[in-house]
């Protein structure tokens, strides 16, 4: 094992960290002339020398690391990270076994104690996402400690820790068997093709499962659906297979219509039959409104933040705004489907913004459903900024 080096916490955020708290901000170590490389295992301890936890150095924009142990005499070393995803993949018992859904996340970083790192399952594969090159120094062990605790097809992994926190392109493949692409996987019997190593994403969001499953559901049948920052169309998808009368999908990127395409074609569906726009939403949201297209039903799950030739938006600032603009192009007695992956802010200063929007444009509203992370996405009490996911479903009166 790596020599532990001892940290000391300021008072303020040991107190915070001795009540389970996961990451190690970057204004908590005493001495700031301290030098640390990443993957440097660390002995935490508060001013008082009261041990805290065990943690390693990783820098990544949430902070310098993460608590690993709370066991003062843990070893950090292949049968840790083993113990670790034999816990997380208990917690997933039911999605292993439900042949409907064969696509989900297996460890959700510090919500299964291992701060910095998630693993997704995509029917057979493991993609492991590395989030500093702290947590990618103990990367052999964790590896070994995949490959002894699961039966897999293969392993693909990114790594989202260059320079700005961004995912470097590289071959993506680490071990087992090459999967050939799409990999047709199934979210509560919805087919999504999906690539495990075609860049940083991989065609489909896992934690929206529920929100998607209950428009198909309960919100789609003959409705005009309109589904903004689109991606891949998967909200889309799931309005047409729950019987909307048309789905229209707007996203900026080029690529996003030959990826919607091939998200209705695996389901059965004419793509032909559905509207797929590339263009800027913001700019979309002005030519609806200049022609009087109104919706039924709209999805809005924009970025947290996203920069356009035009506007720069940030989901804290901008959102309600977002939503005025939205508010105009859905029908009375229509429902808006709110969503926000932003931890900037709650729930509560999240329904500020619905409200504010509402009032703003005198719209009356409901609140029909809320949903937060679904189960596999595993979060601590004690670190509420891990629960990211935000979704309202709102209907509006005019």
Not at 24 to 49: C, H, P, W, Y
Not at 160 to 169: A, H, N, Q, V
Not at 258 to 265: H, I, S, V
Request: glycine share 6%; proline share 2%; aromatic share 12%.
């Amino acid at each position: 094992m790596t020599k532990l080096q001892n940290i000391i916490i300021k008072q303020k955020y040991a107190a915070k960290m001795q009540k389970d708290y996961p990451l190690i901000e970057k204004d908590a170590v005493v001495d700031k002339k301290l030098k640390l490389t990443e993957g440097d295992l660390l002995r935490l301890m508060d001013e008082q020398n009261k041990f805290i936890g065990i943690g390693y150095y990783g820098s990544q924009n949430k902070g310098i690391g993460w608590v690993l142990s709370r066991k003062a005499n843990e070893k950090i070393n292949v049968a840790f990270f083993a113990n670790k995803i034999e816990t997380a993949i208990t917690h997933r018992k039911a999605l292993f076994e439900d042949p409907e859904t064969t696509a989900f996340r297996v460890v959700n970083g510090e919500g299964d104690g291992l701060g910095g790192i998630i693993i997704d399952y995509y029917d057979g594969y493991y993609v492991i996402q590395w989030y500093s090159e702290g947590i990618y120094s103990f990367r052999e062990d964790i590896i070994k400690a995949l490959e002894q605790t699961v039966e897999y097809k293969g392993i693909y992994q990114k790594k989202r820790f260059d320079d700005k926190g961004k995912y470097i392109e590289e071959d993506d493949f680490v071990t087992g068997e090459r999967g050939t692409f799409p990999l047709i996987i199934k979210e509560n019997g919805v087919k999504f093709a999906v690539y495990l190593n075609d860049g940083a994403m991989t065609g489909i969001f896992l934690d929206q499962r529920e929100v998607r499953q209950a428009i198909r559901k309960r919100y789609s049948n003959g409705a005009e659906m309109l589904n903004t920052f689109s991606y891949t169309g998967a909200f889309s998808v799931n309005a047409a297979l729950g019987g909307a009368r048309m789905t229209t999908s707007v996203d900026v990127a080029n690529r996003s219509r030959a990826k919607t395409n091939e998200q209705f074609a695996v389901n059965n569906i004419d793509y032909e039959t559905q509207q797929i726009v590339v263009e800027d939403v913001f700019q979309y949201f002005k030519y609806a409104a200049r022609k009087g297209r109104l919706f039924d039903l709209v999805v809005l799950d924009p970025p947290s933040f996203a920069k356009t030739k035009k506007r720069t938006f940030s989901a804290a600032k901008d959102y309600t705004e977002l939503l005025k603009e939205t508010i105009a192009i859905t029908k009375d007695e229509g429902v808006i489907v709110a969503s926000t992956n932003s931890s900037a802010f709650n729930m509560r200063r999240f329904k500020q913004f619905i409200q504010t929007a509402c009032k703003e444009t005198q719209t009356s509203y409901s609140i029909l459903e809320e949903y937060s992370l679904p189960s596999d996405f595993r979060t601590l009490r004690s670190f509420p900024e891990g629960d990211y996911l935000k979704v309202v479903f709102i209907r509006i009166k005019k």
